[in-house]
């Protein structure tokens, strides 16, 4: 496994879990998009209209994060935070939302659950609110902490995950102290980082801020102020995450003024209690984008005898789409069925691919 964010990281879990002999290579475990993202297991917040194959694939990842959630508890006593109260859509002024009332549009016709609350409704629902227009109950629409969901996976996988940059060259996994690392298969789950050798993967520069509350809402509410998106995640030690932005940008990612003075205005406008709120924390990461913002999940073609298979460009859905992405890359690995939800996410969709083979692999894209 070339990569240990939450995806490499949950695919390294139940490769070991189907009996493999794994090895996890990253030079700082956890640390991409993961260390950023929010959590949301947004299977209704992020629908959009012509995008069902994604929200589908979304659903079925969604459906087993429960239980998920509660094996990796057990086995590496690390309580990982799951909520079940649900996500509120909300429309600060009526333009705001009528975009709100697009996107339900889409749950409707996929049978996801969902509740429309007026204003005095919504704000009976979160008294935490602002006067806002009106809302959107999503039941299902849950929420963990994938600081600690990487955190249990580090401590199941142990000793198998060495801490070092890796990279296929010409079919052949090479370790950045220039030795060749045998095996029999090798996927590549290196996030944003992965356009070096998956040239479909694009960097989408996104920030969240942590912040400590006296008194958080009581779920998630996904927003739009006056035109401006924000989301304000609650987890249970009283950290609340607010974010995100979302630019197209290639660069190291870093915070910037602009961006966090426009995330936390309308958060405060949201939430009128964030005002005496602690600033804890700023992060900047990439989130691996693709053109169709569907992962890339499947066997690509190798020049050598190891099997390379591709768990790149989540997006804006990586830890939702974890456990999934952790089953379908075992058949893939294994050569076993791939569950129908996924197939429309193979590499191939993009054409015939095959890694890069420049030379210039072991350069940080980012800098
Ligand atoms: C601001 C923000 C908010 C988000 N919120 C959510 C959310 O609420 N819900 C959700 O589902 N998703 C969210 N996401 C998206 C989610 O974080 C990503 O989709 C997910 O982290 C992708 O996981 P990954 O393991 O592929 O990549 P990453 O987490 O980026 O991990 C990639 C890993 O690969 C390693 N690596 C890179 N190159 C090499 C190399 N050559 N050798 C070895 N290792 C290498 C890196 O060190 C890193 O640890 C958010 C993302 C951002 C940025």
């Known amino acids: 496994m070339i990569g240990a964010g939450i995806v490499g990281l949950a695919c390294a879990e139940e490769l070991v879990r189907g009996g493999h002999d794994v090895r996890v290579l990253d030079p700082d475990p956890g640390g991409g998009a993961t260390r950023a993202a929010a959590g949301m297991l947004a299977l209704g917040g992020e ?5 069902t194959d994604l929200l589908r694939l979304g659903v079925a990842s969604a459906r087993l994060w429960l239980e998920y959630a509660a094996r990796l508890q057990a086995a590496s006593g690390v309580n990982v935070d799951l909520r079940t109260e649900g996500t ?8 705001d939302l009528r975009q709100v009332r697009r996107t339900i549009e889409v749950l409707a016709t996929e049978g996801i659950a969902f509740r429309e609350l007026d204003r005095p409704g919504a704000r009976a629902d979160e008294p935490t609110l602002s006067r806002v227009a009106g809302a959107v109950l999503l039941p299902e629409d849950h929420n963990v902490n994938p600081r600690l969901v990487a955190e249990a996976l580090l401590r199941l996988l142990g000793d198998r995950v060495v801490r070092t940059r890796a990279t296929v060259l010409d079919g052949r996994v090479c370790l950045a102290e220039g030795t060749e690392f045998g095996c029999d298969a090798v996927v590549i789950a290196t996030g944003a980082q992965a356009r070096s050798l998956v040239p479909q993967v694009r960097p989408v520069r996104g920030e969240t801020i942590r912040l400590r509350v006296i008194d958080p809402p009581s779920r998630v509410l996904r927003a739009r102020v006056h035109g401006e998106t924000v989301y304000v995640v609650p987890r249970s030690d009283g950290e ?3 974010g995100a932005t979302e630019e ?7 915070a910037t003024l602009g961006t966090v003075v426009r995330l936390l205005h309308a958060a405060r406008t949201l939430v009128p209690g964030l005002e005496s709120a602690e600033i804890v924390e700023i992060t900047a990461r990439h989130r691996p984008g693709t ?3 569907g992962p890339l999940l499947g066997v690509t073609h190798s020049p050598g005898p190891v099997r390379q298979v591709l ?3 989540h997006y804006r859905g990586g830890v939702l789409l974890a456990p999934l992405t952790a089953q379908v ?3 893939h690995v294994e050569g076993g069925d791939i569950p129908a939800v996924a197939r429309p996410f193979v590499p191939s969709r993009f054409g015939p691919h095959e890694i890069s083979t420049a030379a210039d692999h072991w350069k940080d894209p980012m800098s």
């Open 47 to 51: 629908a959009w209209h012509g995008e």
């Open 88 to 95: 509120l859509l909300v429309g600060q002024d009526h333009d």
């Open 240 to 242: 609340v995450v607010v």
């Open 248 to 254: 197209e940008h290639a660069e190291q990612p870093v």
């Open 291 to 293: 053109p169709d913002n």
């Open 311 to 313: 768990a790149v460009g």
């Open 329 to 331: 890359i075992r058949a």
